[in-house]
């Protein structure tokens, strides 16, 4: 299952904790599509930062707050294509440690490569 990592101090009100679920389900749905272990992927809570997700040790974090003040109430597929995206960037970084072109040429592969594991993931509620 994917591991919430609340941020010291947060207490979690049920509206968060909905957000929380409904995150994992779809971090658990891209997970599958790239074949990752949802024991690879975490979810974690901060109030303040702009780092939306991070990759330590080819384990995947990804930040509840983009999620929840931004696109829980986006359509599925919106929400799906955005962190598909952020995956790819986090997933390249396994590959290429710097924010250079070579990571935005390993990111572009895996977005072309893993591409239609996407769209049958966008298509599966049309």
Not at 51 to 56: H, L, V, W
Not at 84 to 113: F, I, P
Request: charged fraction near 20%; hydrophobic fraction near 40%.
């Amino acid at each position: 299952d994917v591991r919430l990592y609340m941020a010291v101090g947060v207490q979690p009100t049920p509206d968060l904790e909905a957000s929380a679920a409904a995150f994992a389900g779809v971090l658990k749905e891209l997970s599958g599509a790239f074949s990752l272990s949802s024991r690879q992927v975490s979810i974690f809570y901060d109030t303040a930062g702009y780092t939306k997700a991070f990759n330590r040790g080819n384990h995947l974090f990804f930040n509840l707050r983009f999620y929840h003040e931004a696109q829980r109430d986006r359509p599925r597929q919106e929400v799906l294509a955005s962190w598909y995206m952020t995956m790819c960037h986090e997933l390249a970084h396994n590959k290429w440690q710097g924010h250079d072109s070579g990571h935005e040429r390993e990111l572009q592969a895996l977005a072309v490569h893993f591409m239609p594991r996407l769209q049958e993931l966008l298509e599966r509620d049309l």
